[in-house]
């Protein structure tokens, strides 16, 4: 009778190391054939609208404080039709019973809209409630980095495909193809420059525009199978 068992292990126990060791660990990756290499491309960023600030100064009694702000931005628009942003409204009681307020106004103007903005608040200030124009800054906006960036991704990918062509002229049975691209950008400011509100002897002057050069990298890998 043990004889038989021992017997009966020794046929089972190669079977089950057979097994084991012939099963699979894990997917094979193939080994592939790899050229690394950067390429970048660049081009400057740049904005047709700049970003006005006015700064308001009122003193209002309680009847004019509750329609303060539909005024405001009436006049705001008398100086240019456009969106108006409040982004700053402060209101302190002052030594008269009056109400003391300091806005701040913004909104993205044309460049021909500059022209005699400075007299353009001036005109619609009077006694007791003034506008000026705290700053004009034509910093490029998101939108205009971002259309800059879709073209430099596809000089960058041309760069790529060129290079592919090259690569698969010289090694035709190595079937080069895109493996990785990795993009980094770099965004190198100009020296900073606010565009100078006119004076009153030079106020059609046109404000300085401020440009800043983006640099797109691409780190790109490519592939071939090796058979």
Excluded: C
């Excluded at 039709?81 to 002052?94: A, E, L, S, Y």
């Excluded at 701040?104 to 003034?130: D, M, V």
């Excluded at 980095?145 to 049975?173: D, F």
């Amino acid at each position: 009778m043990r004889k038989g068992v021992l017997i009966g292990l020794l046929w089972v126990l190669p079977a089950l190391s057979y097994a084991v060791v012939m099963s699979p660990v894990g997917p094979t990756r193939p080994v592939l054939n790899k050229v690394d290499y950067q390429t970048s491309a660049e081009g400057w960023v740049a904005s047709q609208t700049a970003e006005v600030v006015i700064n308001i100064s009122a003193s209002l009694t309680e009847d004019q404080l509750a329609k303060a702000h539909v005024d405001i931005i009436d006049k705001l628009n008398s100086i240019a039709k456009t969106d108006w942003h409040i982004t700053q409204f402060n209101r302190t009681p002052n030594q008269s019973g009056l109400e003391q307020l300091q806005v701040e106004a913004s909104a993205r103007l044309p460049e021909a809209s500059l022209i005699n903005i400075r007299s353009q608040a001036k005109k619609i200030s009077k006694e007791g409630e003034t506008y000026t124009v705290g700053d004009i800054n034509f910093m490029p906006t998101l939108a205009d980095a971002i259309t800059v960036r879709e073209t430099l991704r596809e000089q960058v990918y041309q760069q790529i495909q060129k290079e592919l062509v090259t690569l698969n002229k010289i090694y035709p049975n190595q079937h080069y193809a895109v493996h990785e691209i990795n993009f980094r950008e770099d965004v190198m400011p100009q020296p900073q420059m606010r565009a100078m509100v006119a004076t009153a002897s030079n106020e059609n002057a046109p404000p300085l525009k401020v440009q800043n050069k983006l640099v797109l990298t691409a780190d790109v890998s490519l592939a071939s199978v090796n058979p």
